[in-house]
């Protein structure tokens, strides 16, 4: 029986087809936040928009699980004379996917229509004809014959631009959509928050449902709410790449499969302990596990839990994912359910003042 139900999957339409790019994630923060709220005991935000709830407040010994909530986009960089628009990125946009795309321009009186537009295949012939995508070259129509007029529609530099692309089912079997990269893991925790309600899951410590801003651009918002809680452990989930898909190879970006459940990452920011708890909590529970290794950091919010406040046993639960930072970005049905079960049955295995130190004095 799928733990998903119409009603959250209802939430993640809403939450998916919402902007929600790095800087600017307050409304999808709310959206995210009336969902939790019937499952929490008490909820804040930071001055920078990280939200959180808190079950079971109170308790000396506190629990994180965490995704993050920006998805990347643009910036308004360069309105020329003759009204096109140049960019630049917030956060990791691939400039590759951004000709012939339509974006919504954000403007303080609402939102603009644009398109990324690009010169036809008759027009480019010799040298022409190896004109490929970049940031220097590629720029936005919104149909306008003057700077004037672009600025006369609320444009201006600084104003930030999404993909207008929304979700969508593929197969019965795919969620896709944009900023599956991550709040595809903010849909998960917050399954978890509604799963401990409805079961009525009693933890022996403060659990905090974290979702964070700001990642796309260094992690900034996990950062700072880790200061915040200062938790003694802390559950982090986000994507990983499907390696099984054309032009992606897998003996070098690891063996990872869509379908196959969960990835969790071996790295040096990575608690060991809590990563075997973890295994450990897939193997009892039968819940489908892969593995992978990241050489030096996760790159992921693990990284800024793991090294803040002393050093926090971090550990990473990732979402195997197609055609990461793109427009269709695809996830397995399964391996959200998964997710959002490992997560679950991992913190019914965490006790009150869980000792993950490596080594114990005697």
Same mark, same amino acid.
């Given at each position: 029986?799928?733990?998903?139900?119409?009603?959250? %999957?209802?939430?993640?339409? /809403?939450? !998916?087809? +919402?902007?929600?790019?790095?800087?600017?994630?307050?409304? *999808?923060?709310?959206?995210?936040?009336? @969902?939790?709220?019937?499952?929490?005991?008490?909820?804040?935000?930071?001055?920078? *928009?990280?939200?959180?709830?808190?079950?079971?407040?109170?308790?000396? @010994?506190?629990?994180?699980?965490?995704?993050?909530?920006?998805?990347?986009?643009?910036?308004?960089? @360069?309105?020329?004379?003759?009204?096109?628009?140049?960019?630049?990125?917030?956060?990791?946009?691939?400039?590759? $996917?951004?000709?012939?795309?339509?974006?919504?321009?954000?403007?303080? +009186?609402?939102?603009?229509?644009? $398109?990324?537009?690009?010169?036809?295949?008759?027009?480019?012939? *010799?040298?022409?004809?190896?004109?490929?995508?970049?940031?220097? +070259?590629?720029?936005?129509?919104?149909?306008?014959?003057?700077?004037?007029?672009?600025?006369?529609?609320?444009?201006?530099?600084?104003?930030?631009?999404?993909?207008?692309?929304?979700?969508?089912?593929?197969?019965?079997?795919?969620?896709?959509?944009?900023? #599956?990269?991550?709040?595809?893991?903010?849909?998960? $925790?917050?399954?978890?928050?509604?799963? $401990?309600?409805?079961?009525?899951? %009693?933890?022996?410590?403060?659990? @905090?449902?974290?979702?964070?801003?700001?990642?796309?651009?260094? #992690?900034?918002?996990? %950062?700072?709410?880790?200061?915040?809680?200062?938790? +003694?452990?802390?559950?982090?989930?986000?994507?990983?790449?499907?390696?099984?898909?054309?032009?992606?190879?897998?003996?070098?970006? *690891?063996?990872?499969?869509?379908?196959?459940?969960? =990835?969790?990452?071996?790295?040096?920011?990575?608690?060991?302990?809590? !990563?075997? #708890?973890?295994?450990?909590?897939? %193997?009892?529970?039968?819940?489908?596990?892969?593995?992978?290794?990241? =050489? /030096? /950091?996760? =790159?992921?919010?693990?990284?800024?839990?793991?090294?803040?406040?002393?050093?926090?046993?971090?550990?990473?639960?990732? !979402?195997? !994912?197609?055609?990461?930072?793109?427009t269709v970005e695809m996830a397995h049905k399964e391996d959200v359910e998964n997710v959002i079960k490992l997560i679950y049955e991992s913190l019914k295995s965490i006790e009150y003042q869980h000792n993950f130190k490596y080594i114990m004095k005697k």
């Amino acid at each position: 029986m799928s733990i998903i139900t119409p009603s959250s %999957e209802d939430f993640l339409k /809403r939450y !998916l087809n +919402n902007a929600s790019p790095t800087g600017f994630e307050s409304p *999808g923060q709310e959206i995210w936040l009336d @969902y939790i709220k019937p499952y929490i005991d008490d909820w804040d935000v930071d001055h920078y *928009g990280t939200a959180y709830g808190i079950i079971n407040p109170g308790k000396d @010994y506190k629990v994180v699980i965490e995704g993050h909530a920006d998805e990347i986009s643009w910036f308004v960089h @360069y309105i020329a004379d003759n009204g096109f628009i140049n960019v630049i990125r917030n956060g990791g946009s691939d400039h590759m $996917i951004a000709p012939s795309k339509r974006v919504n321009i954000h403007t303080k +009186n609402g939102v603009v229509k644009g $398109i990324f537009g690009w010169p036809a295949i008759h027009t480019r012939h *010799g040298e022409e004809a190896k004109l490929t995508p970049k940031v220097e +070259n590629i720029f936005i129509d919104v149909g306008a014959a003057s700077k004037e007029e672009v600025l006369e529609m609320g444009i201006h530099v600084g104003c930030v631009i999404t993909y207008e692309d929304e979700m969508i089912v593929l197969n019965d079997r795919y969620y896709v959509g944009r900023a #599956l990269d991550n709040r595809i893991g903010g849909f998960c $925790i917050a399954e978890v928050a509604r799963l $401990i309600h409805e079961e009525k899951t %009693e933890l022996p410590f403060t659990l @905090y449902v974290v979702n964070s801003v700001q990642e796309e651009v260094g #992690l900034r918002g996990a %950062e700072m709410i880790a200061n915040t809680i200062q938790p +003694n452990v802390a559950i982090v989930t986000d994507v990983t790449h499907d390696t099984h898909t054309p032009l992606v190879n897998a003996k070098k970006l *690891g063996d990872i499969k869509s379908g196959n459940g969960p =990835s969790v990452t071996y790295a040096p920011s990575v608690h060991n302990k809590l !990563l075997q #708890l973890i295994i450990d909590t897939a %193997e009892s529970k039968e819940i489908p596990l892969q593995r992978e290794a990241s =050489s /030096r /950091r996760t =790159s992921t919010d693990t990284d800024a839990f793991a090294y803040s406040n002393g050093g926090v046993p971090s550990a990473l639960i990732s !979402l195997p !994912l197609r055609y990461m930072h793109t427009t269709v970005e695809m996830a397995h049905k399964e391996d959200v359910e998964n997710v959002i079960k490992l997560i679950y049955e991992s913190l019914k295995s965490i006790e009150y003042q869980h000792n993950f130190k490596y080594i114990m004095k005697k």
